[in-house]
């Protein structure tokens, strides 16, 4: 009986091949790279804070639940946390003022070897926000009021307010102690707005009210915010700067922009307040901050960046509806 060659050859010949894909592998007998799955991180939300930490931070990314370390300029996360491959959270810990690399670590990546990520940068600020009030008046004339419970001695006051009535028309600030509130700049829209300010406040509960002079009118709106950590001198605020919308627009996204403030050095923040015609959704731009307000017609957030007139300081989203006129004014706090 005759035995095919062929078919004696073939049970050698496939040994011979498994036994090569086992020595030098798949990849490279047939040519194939492997799939290795790189982290990422590509953003800090937000990206500046207090020097006493405690600022919530997301890092997003890719791959990130491989993460198991954070630190802010070499400092451990008060704590943090794997949310899913594009997310993870942690808490800054206390550092002097500046900026700081961010790392996030892993000791279990893909690769299976220990990696830090690409570095971001955080910021630490000396001044904070510690609270917002704010009150509208849609069918009464000034004089308006509002009250901010709990004041820390040594703080700053900002307040700003926007009112109807004629260019003539004008407001000074007061608080119910007898403090007048130094006037950081004015800007006329289809109404009239103003901002203020008040360092090393006396603490406890103040009440600080706008008091209008030359036909100022309804409506009018008044949001206070406190911060801690400014200069308690007459040059606490500086570098004011304003952009209105025209009377009249086309609904839809609207992006608010056109202000210019640059902190003279690190440490010092940029505030902005926007003040809507009416109640909208108005939506803090990026790299703001936002804070709450109770009303509906005020945005107050900050930065700790410098602020370019291209650079978008908030949104509206009025599609569907009537277009919204807006006005920004803009300050920066001096640490």
Excluded at 44 to 55: A, H, L, N, Y
Excluded at 110 to 139: H, K, R
Excluded at 174 to 201: C, E, H, K, M
Excluded at 293 to 309: F, K, M
Aim: aromatic letters at 8%; charged letters at 5%; glycine letters at 12%.
């Amino acid at each position: 009986m005759t035995i095919d060659a062929f078919v004696l050859l073939t049970p050698i010949l496939l040994l011979a091949v498994v036994a090569l894909l086992g020595f030098v592998g798949c990849n490279q007998v047939f040519g194939i790279n492997p799939v290795i799955l790189e982290i990422e991180t590509s953003n800090i939300v937000p990206s500046f804070g207090p020097g006493v930490g405690g600022t919530q931070v997301q890092i997003f990314g890719s791959n990130l639940s491989h993460a198991d370390g954070l630190t802010f300029g070499g400092i451990p996360a008060q704590s943090l946390s794997s949310i899913n491959d594009r997310e993870f959270d942690g808490v800054t810990p206390s550092s002097p003022p500046g900026t700081v690399v961010v790392s996030v670590t892993s000791s279990n990546p893909p690769d299976g070897n220990d990696i830090t990520f690409a570095p971001l940068y955080f910021t630490y600020v000396a001044i904070s926000f510690v609270q917002a009030q704010s009150t509208e008046q849609p069918g009464n004339n000034p004089p308006v009021s509002v009250t901010v419970n709990n004041t820390t001695a040594g703080n700053l006051l900002v307040a700003a307010v926007s009112y109807g009535g004629p260019a003539t028309g004008s407001v000074t600030v007061s608080d119910n102690l007898g403090n007048a509130f130094t006037l950081a700049g004015n800007a006329p829209w289809v109404r009239q707005s103003r901002i203020f300010y008040l360092p090393n406040i006396p603490g406890g509960n103040v009440t600080i009210t706008a008091t209008g002079a030359g036909g100022a009118a309804a409506p009018c709106t008044m949001c206070v915010s406190e911060y801690s950590g400014a200069d308690p001198s007459a040059a606490a605020v500086y570098g004011f700067s304003t952009k209105a919308s025209p009377s009249t627009g086309t609904p839809g996204i609207e992006t608010m922009q056109g202000v210019a403030v640059t902190p003279a050095q690190s440490g010092d923040i940029v505030y902005a307040v926007v003040f809507a015609a009416r109640s909208t959704s108005l939506m803090g731009g990026p790299g703001f901050t936002p804070h709450a307000s109770p009303a509906t017609t005020v945005l107050v957030e900050d930065t700790a960046s410098a602020v370019a007139a291209a650079q978008p300081v908030a949104t509206d989203d009025t599609t569907g509806g009537a277009f919204v006129p807006w006005v920004i004014l803009a300050v920066a706090i001096k640490a």
